[in-house]
């Protein structure tokens, strides 16, 4: 066993959108099975939109529903495509 391993590690990755108009937005991605429904975002005071996750280390696609509106991350690492051919967001977690 290779104790030093990153394979297995979970890091907390701070997710913050700006979308101050927006009722709702969730958090959708490889890590929760792009289940809509399970990581909703809080409003902060200025309007942005945050969530903290815990997720292990490598490549994830991910997207934000604004309102149930599918949007990329403008500060993501990149953009890619789901398997359907969904262009998505792209992070590196490490």
Do not use: C
Not at 27 to 45: A, K, V, Y
């Amino acid at each position: 066993m290779n104790r030093y391993s990153a394979k297995n590690t979970v890091v907390p990755v701070n997710f913050s959108f700006a979308a101050p108009k927006a009722k709702q937005v969730q958090l959708i991605g490889d890590f929760n099975g792009w289940d809509q429904e399970s990581h909703p975002m809080e409003r902060t005071p200025d309007g942005a939109w945050f969530l903290q996750l815990s997720i292990h280390t490598g490549h994830h696609r991910y997207l934000y529903l604004v309102d149930g509106e599918p949007t990329l991350d403008p500060k993501a690492n990149g953009i890619t495509r789901t398997e359907e051919g969904i262009r998505v967001s792209l992070m590196m977690v490490s």
